[in-house]
Nanobody
Framework: QVHLVESGGGLVAPGGSLRLSCAASGRFFGIDVMAWYRQGPGNQREKVADITAGGGTYYKDSVKGRFTISRDNSKNTVDLQMTSLKPEDTAVYFC??????????????WGQGTQVTVSS
């Protein structure tokens, strides 16, 4: 079982920056893809960015060039550096981890979510 703890959300003015962090703990064989999702008011949850164990990344078009996802495999952490934030980035951000509880099983874990509000 993996337990995810997120931190770093808050209120920021348009054009500002925030860094989200997520730490995975518990008993597992390994971690595959780590990702950040978000859910804005009245919207469905959407993937913002992900990163494979090998470092390959994906970004939603609207955040390309502004957000950077990174991970530390030795610490089982994933970060999301967000710059040039816009009001439309306002949402609850969720950490998502695909992990292996055993060598042959794959499970998905979600964090509790952290609020990001972009407003003047």
């Amino acid at each position: 079982q993996v337990h995810l703890v997120e931190s770093g959300g808050g209120l920021v003015a348009p054009g500002g920056s925030l860094r989200l962090s997520c730490a995975a703990s518990g008993r597992f064989f390994g971690i595959d893809v780590m990702a950040w999702y978000r859910q804005g008011p009245g919207n469905q949850r959407e993937k913002v960015a992900d990163i494979t164990a090998g470092g390959g990344t994906y970004y939603k078009d609207s955040v390309k060039g502004r957000f950077t996802i990174s991970r530390d495999n030795s610490k089982n952490t994933v970060d999301l550096q967000m710059t040039s934030l816009k009001p439309e980035d306002t949402a609850v951000y969720f950490c998502n981890v695909q992990y292996f509880p055993t060598a042959t099983q794959r499970e998905v874990a979600w964090g509790q979510g952290t609020q990001v509000t972009v407003s003047s």
